[in-house]
């Protein structure tokens, strides 16, 4: 069961790294470090392989635009039949002008504001997935003044250990997300005060980068046992996301995780959405980077934590290459970026080819999720460009950053 096969579009190819067709240092020559490079194939890939292994579910498939909202690779993600999950209308605006459909559209998040709600609502949205009780009145008033029926889920926290990154568990006891089921039971009991909402069933997202399959039997387990004690009608489950991506150590792969889900919800008439971001897009970049300097226990590059926080905002693991394969003596050492802080390393302790050279170039892999998404132009720093390889062709799918648009934005 489950195949271990990693899907997998960056390799060498006579001591040169390639996306699929392409030889990356030729765009590292052409269009200047850093910048972000996707393979097509491999986003493709994961799409395709997410919906295949949960396929028996028949599954709405809402991409997390959080992961990664290049309009491009949005308009791939929309051909394949994604639909979108959203948590501000930035992301909504960008989803409608990738022309996925409002109604493969569902919003998340614990603070929405009122222009938020009133403008998902006005732009048709399939659902909301209500994090309190004064969300779903605001999102009753509101459906009331514009006279149109509203589909919500409700958020449960599940309280269950997911052994994620702290900041990236959501379903533990003490998170600010989701409700108690004290409080669920509460909102279904009032069910009639909120009469331009229909409750449809429950969201479920426990955390990202989660490894273990059984953390999820767990937590559709006791959401179903609870379903059933109580007598609700469960039409929607929104399960959320937080499958696992390759970056370190062997993950699980997906296969796994929809062997342990399907057959809990199999034969149940139950609508299930997915929201996976990391699992479809992280795998399908590399951030290039060039080596400014070396020195002592540091080599330093040219992107920085502006460009990718991940390792220092999570200590998060990226592995680090370089574009030519060089084989032979290894130092240890430290990658670090040009920021002013201690914290902007991309890599500790790592190994690289004794021979490597100021002006070489690295690619950091595994960067396709919360890398450009999560960048800013802290010190000033301009935003990266972003290309897409397809086979043997490449295009510029954002372009570098001016110095004119620090002032004009
Ligand atoms: N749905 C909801 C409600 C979410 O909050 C998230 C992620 C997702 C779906 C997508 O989860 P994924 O498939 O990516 O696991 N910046 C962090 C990850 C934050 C995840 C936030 N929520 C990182 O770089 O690891």
Known sequence: MGKEVEINNFSYYKNNLYCEEVKVERIAGKIGTPFYLYSRDCLCSHYKRF???????????????KANSNPVL???????????????LGELFLALKAGIPPEKIVFAG??????EIREAVKRNIYLFNAESTSELRLINKIAAQLKKKINCNLRVNPQIQTK????????????????DWEE?????KNKN?????????????????????????????????????EKIKLSLLDLGSGFPIIYEKKVSPIENFAAAIIPLLKGLKIKIIFEPGRYIVGNSAILVTRVLYLKKDFVIVDAGLNDLIRPCLYGAYHKIIPLKKISGKRFLTNIVGPICESGDFLGKNRRLPLSLKEGDFLAIKDTGAYGFSMSSNYNCRLKLPEILVSKNRYKIIRKREKYEELIYR
């Not at 919906?51 to 635009?65: E, G, M, R, T």
């Not at 273990?212 to 059933?228: C, D, F, G, M």
């Open 164 to 179: 994620t990154h702290r900041y990236i568990a959501t379903g533990e006891k003490g998170s600010k997300f989701g409700m």
């Open 74 to 88: 949005l308009k791939i993600l929309k051909s394949l039949g994604a639909g979108a999950d959203i948590v501000s």
């Open 110 to 115: 614990v603070g929405k504001s009122e222009e």
């Open 193 to 229: 005060s909120f009469p331009w909402v229909n409750i449809l069933g429950f969201h479920l997202h426990l955390g990202s980068q989660i490894t273990s399959p059984e953390v999820y039997q767990t937590a559709i387990k006791k959401i179903l046992n609870l379903t059933q004690k």
């Open 51 to 65: 919906k295949k292994a949960f396929s028996p579910l028949s599954p709405l498939i809402c991409y997390s635009l």
């Open 184 to 188: 669920i039971k509460k909102i279904l």
